[in-house]
């Protein structure tokens, strides 16, 4: 089946825009997880969705980011005034159930912030 | 001190060595580990996947884990070219919600 996908790609912007990045989950997949992948910092987490529950937003390094999951499926990561620290790879995860469940990545999105 | 930590290499092999990669963690409360596999400009993949003390064999690949020294280490045998990659080691507490992961090991296995 299809894994988790995730667009564009690749994004360059000018720093103070909003970029708006999005995930699809692996069909079924409750669990959905956000990651920024830094160059020399590995992976940093930033939220996570569990099916209806409240996110789990604790990773989120400011207020400017931001994150939503609508019907349980496709999620959105936005960062609005883009900074030039945030260009990074960021990540998409899902899992079937959450917790120690094995994650699937997407290939990623990256970042570059003029 | 971070809760995990990676030797980021580069490390460089020639092809049919044995390649140790390592990483140690500080949190005691982990108790599942993983070894995920990127190549460049893709997402990891997962390798393998432990929750016990000791050796797991998956074909080339033997993932160790010591829960006493708080160490995990990744075997290769007979290193290919294909193995040419950033491996991550990742880990878990029971009910947690994130992975927390080390840095990544460069990984290029020479012809």
């Known amino acids: 089946g299809a894994g988790v996908s995730q667009s564009p790609s690749n994004k360059v912007t000018e720093k103070g825009k909003d970029v708006e990045l999005r995930c699809d989950p692996i069909?079924?997949?409750?669990?959905l997880y956000w990651y920024r992948q830094s160059l020399g910092q590995g992976l940093e987490f930033l939220i996570y969705f569990q099916g209806n529950s409240a996110p789990d937003k604790s990773g989120l390094p400011s207020d400017r980011f931001s994150a939503e999951r609508t019907g349980g499926s496709v999620s959105t990561l936005t960062i609005q005034r883009t900074q030039q620290e945030d260009s990074a790879v960021y990540l998409c995860?899902?899992?079937?159930?959450?917790?120690?469940?094995?994650?699937?990545f997407g290939p990623g999105t990256r970042l570059l912030v003029l | 001190q971070k809760e995990v930590e990676q030797d980021p290499g580069p490390l460089s092999v020639p092809e049919g060595a044995i390649v140790s990669l390592n990483c140690t963690y500080s949190n005691s409360a982990f108790q599942y580990f993983m070894w995920y596999r990127q190549y460049s400009r893709k997402g990891p993949e997962l390798l393998m996947y432990t929750y016990s003390s000791g050796n797991k064999e998956d074909g080339r690949f033997t993932a160790q884990v010591d829960k006493s020294s708080k160490y995990i280490s990744l075997f290769i045998r007979d290193s290919q070219p294909s193995d040419s990659a950033t491996y991550l080691c990742?880990?878990?507490?029971?009910?947690?919600?994130?992975?927390?992961f080390g840095t990544g090991t460069r990984l290029t296995v020479i012809p």
């Open positions: 990742a880990m878990i507490g029971a009910g947690a919600n994130n992975l927390f």
């Open positions: 069909s079924g997949h409750t669990a």
């Open positions: 995860a899902s899992s079937a159930n959450g917790g120690e469940e094995t994650q699937y």
